[in-house]
């Protein structure tokens, strides 16, 4: 068996009575794209909060695994230590981790610091640039709210590399943006992993994100997840008779 | 999250129980009352709280028991009514103006505008004094100003619901701007500002008994508690009482609903 | 047979110095019993085009007819006679304290028969009237306020991305009733969407919007093989499908 970078043992987890994980077991090698894939309510928000450590949500059974380190039992101020320098985070919403009236150079500069780092203007153009931003410095001199969703997904994603992370956690990174620029956003991502050996664990309810993207999916309904397997087993050969039906129902070109 | 709004809740039942008691008190108060609250009586001038007497009589021998129970009625009554009134124009013409637009919401609220550019109480104790005294004359003052903030809440609340999916749905349907108002906008927007009037209630009562107090309210001989500790303050050293009561039930009052306004907005905030 | 046509159709909004065109010289035509697909990214005015066609805003300049006869300028009250619209926020398509019966009772006088008739056509049960909007899934919101709009008796759906606030198996649901009651009711549909893939599988027509501007309109199989706008190509190759 091959060393697992994240490895997540029967978790459940919950906000208040019910849990809405339930039970999950999966794990991620180094490098490797991994997308769980469910619908609303299905609890694959919830998986990547629990492994991000949100205060509000409640492990109730289980546990998460960083290396060998058990993340799941450590303080929330502990866990943040580790966020941004070992697991970096897109959120779906770009807007909701930047203050949107700030110019970005502060946010960066902040965060930086944050982590004990010069701040280095040179070094995020750089960043920029590989995800496809040219005018890297002119940008950082804007204020979210005067740039486009994509840009800012885009500028989420070069602030998630900053500190290098082993592990990106992507919460439907590209569903509220168009289509032509999630698309962009998928190839940066698969740019990233190519480029640095980054692993990936997308939540997302696109099916062929999914497809596109990973060497193994899980598939998540009520909390659980029903099916787990690599991309191509899972929709060639898929077991479950709900994850037929997510696949069936995917719009598909019609030519 | 949900002990914490069983407790806001509980508080919500507490306020309505205490006003509700305020309320039952100044509707029966000529039941309750124990002597004619109106009745001189040479012999008994500032007579000490007694069983007879229980908060004593003022400077005319009245029972200020009874005056204060039938000042409650006056004070009570007069709020309510007030706030009623300043309600209903408020939102009417707050959902006008959100609704249709254009240059009668620019005048209406920019009379509303000018209206907030005072304090309350001044623009009340100017409009009072030329008024001249008595309760109706305060209630025009107080008025004058208050259908202002039902107004702006109104017109806020209509503004943000106005492009709902279901309003124009409703549009499709045929409905015309009125029928879409009583309809959908009304019942929708009837919540927040109710607990608006029930946070209001308090500062009007404030503001009948602080100009009766300064003689542009109310006018002697009838019960009412800003008048009545303005007559009693001449001999405070003598009868203490006499002012003592009316202000005790004052303070009382106002703050009960106060109370219930902030209680029952919590309890909604907490949703 | 032409039900719905739009001519030469432009709408300007200017915000101090800025002014945006989402509408510039579009035609569009909508045959008697058509699925007309209108696919653009945001921004690109496609949802401009569909409140101009209710009347919910009006055109700066070009004209709008219904069989024929201009409606220019009519407002919904008026439109809604031979047109009505789904929304993508199902939820906020019903007045949050109004039961579905009531909401759905407000604009017709239909019968309590054809209400159920009609409710079963969209696939949902009695049990549901009684229930405020809240109470109901996304889906089953969505299937209501088709229902509304079939009790309107008007022949025209104009449907602002309807399913891209459901789940994917909700999505499929709603799809396949549109194109039954396109086939029982005889009704004509507007389908705007961002998902090229979806309005390809149930339109008989597609327009490309970009920026304002009509890029690409034809039959779908046409649009789909043979684009003649570079940004429909684009597009195609953006489509993320299984």
Known sequence: MSEYLLKIDRLSASYGDDDIVKDVSCGITPGEIVCIVGESGSGKSTLIKAIHGMSELRITGGSIFFGNEEIS???VKERKKLMGSEIGLIPQDPGSSFNPIRKLSAQFREAMAGHGMAYDEDRIDGLLKKIGLQQGKAVLGNRPFELSG????????????????????????????DVTTAGAVVDELLKIRESRGTAILLVTHHLGIARRMADNIGIMKDGRLIEYGNTEKIFDAPENEYTRKLIRDVPRLKK | MKKKKAKLRKRVIIAVVFAAILV??????????????????????????????????????????????????????STFFLVAVSFLIGIVVGMLCGFYGGIVDDILMRIADLMLAFPQMVVAIAVAGILGGGLGGAMIALGITMWTSFARLARSHTLSIKN????????????????IMMTHIMPNILEPVLINALTQIGTTMIGISGLSFLGLGVVAPQAEWGSMISEARAYIQIAPWAVLFPAAATVITIVVFNYLGDAVMEYRNAE | MTILSGKDLNKEYVNRDRSVRPLQHVDFELNQGEILGIVGESGSGKSTLLKVISGIEKPDSGKLYHM??????????????????????????????????????????????????????????????????????GGQCQRMSIARALLSHAGVLLCDEITSALDVTTQAQVIKLLMEIRDKERISIVLVSHDLALVSMICDRIMVMKDGIVVDNGETAKVISEPSSDYTRKLLESVITV
């Open chain 1, 73 to 75: 039992s450590l303080t």
């Open chain 1, 150 to 177: 994509g840009m800012n997904q885009r500028i989420a994603i070069a602030a998630a590399m900053l500190f290098e992370p082993r592990l990106l956690l992507c919460d439907e990174a590209t569903s509220a943006l």
């Open chain 2, 24 to 77: 039952l008190i100044a509707t029966f108060s000529g039941v309750l009352a124990p002597n004619d609250p109106y009745a001189t009586n040479s012999e008994l001038i500032r007579q000490a709280p007694s069983a007879a007497y229980l908060f004593g009589t003022d400077n005319l021998g009245r029972c200020v028991f009874s005056r204060v129970l039938i000042g409650a009625r006056t004070t009570i009554a």
């Open chain 2, 164 to 179: 709902e999916p279901y309003i124009t749905a409703a549009r499709l349907q045929g409905k015309s701007g009125l029928q």
């Open chain 3, 68 to 137: 024929g006869k201009e409606y220019t300028g009519q407002g919904p009250e008026k439109t809604g006679k031979f047109l009505q619209m789904i929304f993508q926020d199902a939820y906020g398509s019903f007045d949050p304290r109004m039961s579905m019966e009531r909401s759905l009772k407000e604009g017709s006088d239909e019968s309590r028969e054809e209400i159920l008739r009609v409710i079963g056509e969209v696939g949902l049960t009695e049990g549901l009237l009684g229930r405020r909007p809240r109470h109901l899934s």
